[in-house]
């Protein structure tokens, strides 16, 4: 399984996926001030599930139907990284055996 990290989701929450032994490529190590819409052709090419606090991927995903192998979306009033390394722990708990659009998750939590 391979992610694709936007370049607002904290770089902490990155390295612990990494940690995880998860193939991340996370856009604030390689070319910020990417735009939205090419960070989703990247992960459309390369087969990645997206992962970002930014909404307007939700807008994208969504509302334009453009289609992705997977996207978390992290929607969280607790902005601490801690916080969203548990969410995202939780999600991927239920991954290994999901479908490209089971992937396709909004997490939020306080």
Sequence with gaps: MKFI???NLEK????WLRGQGLDVRYIGEEAAATSDEAIVSIAKEEDRILVTNDKDFGELVFRQGKILSGIILIRATDERASNKIKLVKHVLMKL???TPMEATRVLRKG
């Excluded at 902490?12 to 390295?15: F, G, S, W």
Aim: hydrophobic share 40%; no cysteine; aromatic share 0%.
């Design 96 to 98: 290994p055996s999901a």
């Design 5 to 7: 990290a936007d370049e």
């Design 12 to 15: 902490p929450v990155v390295e």
